[in-house]
Each structure stands twice: as structure tokens, then as C-alpha cells.
């Protein structure tokens, strides 16, 4: 059975830095595409960034993070990160990974990013 594991998260002011990892395990990683998503509360969850599968040639963000946060992948460690610079109080959730789009359906516990003075 799949399981996500999302980590990094915490408490930081606005216009700092957090690093998110999300490892995988009971699949065979190399072979998806994958997807950062979050959720605040009161609001649906939403797809932050995607990543493609094998190599990871291929990026996509929403408009509201392009230019602030990276995704990227290490196939050997069975993990995709999420690097994200200059944050706002806007994006306040909690992040989860998944493929996409998300197909499994046991998501992780996910990991609270908090952007507040």
C-alpha cells in the first residue's frame, strides 16, 4: 500500500523560506507525476505545484506561486520537495502530496505551514 509522509512544515513571517519533503514509499515513485497540494481551512484543496514523472523535466505551478516556489524530485530517495521563498499569509494550509492527478486515495497527514507576524 502507498504511504506519503509530509514533513518541513512550521511557523514562519512573512517573506520567509520553508523547504516541504514528501516521501514515498510502496510504489515504484520513478513512474508518476506528482503534485503539492493544499488546503485552508474553509476551502477546497487545491493543486499548488506538479512535477512530471521519471526525470522531472516538466514543472506547472498556479499562477498565485509562480516565481516563489520550486518542486522538484529525487527518485532515488523516493521523494518530491517543495521549496518555497517569499511566503504570504495567503498560503497558510496544510500541504499534502499526492500524484497528479491525485489517484491515491489514502493521503498522508500532511504537514501545516503557518505565514504569520
Known amino acids: 500500500q502507498v504511504q506519503l509522509v509530509e514533513s518541513g512544515g512550521g511557523l514562519v513571517q512573512p517573506g520567509g523560506s520553508l523547504r516541504l519533503s514528501c516521501a514515498v514509499s510502496?510504489?515504484?515513485?520513478?513512474?508518476?507525476?506528482m503534485g503539492w497540494y493544499r488546503q485552508a481551512p474553509g476551502k477546497e484543496r487545491e493543486l499548488v505545484a506538479s512535477?512530471?514523472?521519471?526525470?522531472?523535466?516538466?514543472?506547472d505551478y498556479r499562477d498565485s506561486v509562480k516565481g516563489r516556489f520550486t518542486i522538484s524530485r529525487d527518485n532515488a530517495k523516493n521523494t518530491v520537495y517543495l521549496q518555497m521563498n517569499s511566503l504570504k499569509p495567503e498560503d497558510t494550509a496544510v500541504y499534502y502530496c499526492n500524484t497528479n492527478p491525485p489517484w491515491w486515495t489514502n493521503w498522508g497527514q500532511g504537514t501545516q505551514v503557518t505565514v504569520s507576524s
Open positions: 510502496g510504489t515504484i515513485f520513478s513512474r508518476y507525476a
Open positions: 512535477i512530471s514523472a521519471g526525470g522531472g523535466d516538466f514543472t
